[in-house]
């Protein structure tokens, strides 16, 4: 079965400093990889996705994500966090089956606050 | 584009009471996911629709929890009798069914606490 560990529950990272969010996953084939942020009330909303192809994926809001496959990571990077992006981080990972989309997994989230 | 529709926003009941959620897809999408968010955890898959046929209900509490899609639009999600753990957000998300991989798209989730 497919899983995803994000090891950090909260990270606190000062305004305009760099950001790295750890995801592992567990799967057998290639999967499709996820991470979407989650704003207090607010649904889910996706920063990007990897689905094959060149292993580093640009996203909204100015974040990317680098696939390593002899890892089985799927870590999200920012250059420079501004205090907007203070939300929860949550990988996910998935996979096509025949009857079409299969569902996601998620990972328990890592919180991030960005302080001053 | 409207995006994925969910009523009520907030709900509050006490334990063995009965609730139920309201689902509308983004137009044309047929497949149609529940997932419950735990306080502190990622969302959990309960239910996938396609059309208005069941996929997946293998994590569906059924002698509590009961999900429809009659015409293979919106959807109605039940719990009864409601316990204290069912206490979290509901989230309905959809998506096309055709081609490679598609994007699921959520909506803004109902926030559920059984008192």
């Known amino acids: 079965a497919q899983s995803v560990t994000q090891p950090d529950i909260h990270i606190t990272v000062s305004e305009g400093a760099s950001l790295e969010l750890r995801c592992n996953y567990s799967?057998?084939?290639?999967?499709?990889l996820f991470w979407y942020v989650q704003s207090p009330g607010q649904g889910l909303q996706l920063l990007l996705k990897?689905?094959?192809?060149?292993?580093l994926v640009q996203g909204i809001k100015g974040f990317e994500a680098e696939f390593k496959r002899s890892q089985s990571s799927f870590n999200l990077r920012k250059p420079s966090v501004h205090w907007s992006d203070a939300a929860e981080y949550f990988c996910?990972?998935?996979?096509?089956?025949?009857?079409?989309?299969?569902?996601?997994?998620f990972g328990k989230g890592t919180r991030l606050s960005v302080i001053a | 584009e409207a995006g994925v529709a969910q009523s009520p926003r907030y709900k509050i009941i006490e334990k063995r009471q009965s609730v139920a959620f309201w689902c509308n897809p983004i137009?044309?999408?047929?497949?149609l996911y529940w997932y419950q968010q735990i306080l502190g955890q990622g969302p959990k898959l309960l239910i996938q629709?396609?059309?208005?046929?069941?996929?997946?209900d293998s994590q569906l509490p059924k002698d509590r929890f009961s999900a429809e899609r009659l015409k293979g639009v919106d959807s109605t999600l039940k719990i009864q009798p409601a316990k204290l753990e069912d206490s979290a957000v509901y989230l309905c998300?959809?998506?096309?069914?055709?081609?490679?991989?598609?994007?699921?798209?959520f909506g803004p989730g109902t926030r559920l606490t059984v008192l």
């Open positions: 998300a959809s998506s096309t069914r055709e081609g490679a991989y598609n994007e699921q798209f």
């Open positions: 799967y057998g084939a290639t999967p499709y």
């Open positions: 990897y689905f094959s192809g060149d292993t």
């Open positions: 996910a990972v998935a996979t096509l089956s025949y009857s079409g989309n299969t569902p996601l997994v």
């Open positions: 137009s044309g999408h047929a497949t």
């Open positions: 629709f396609q059309n208005n046929g069941v996929v997946d």
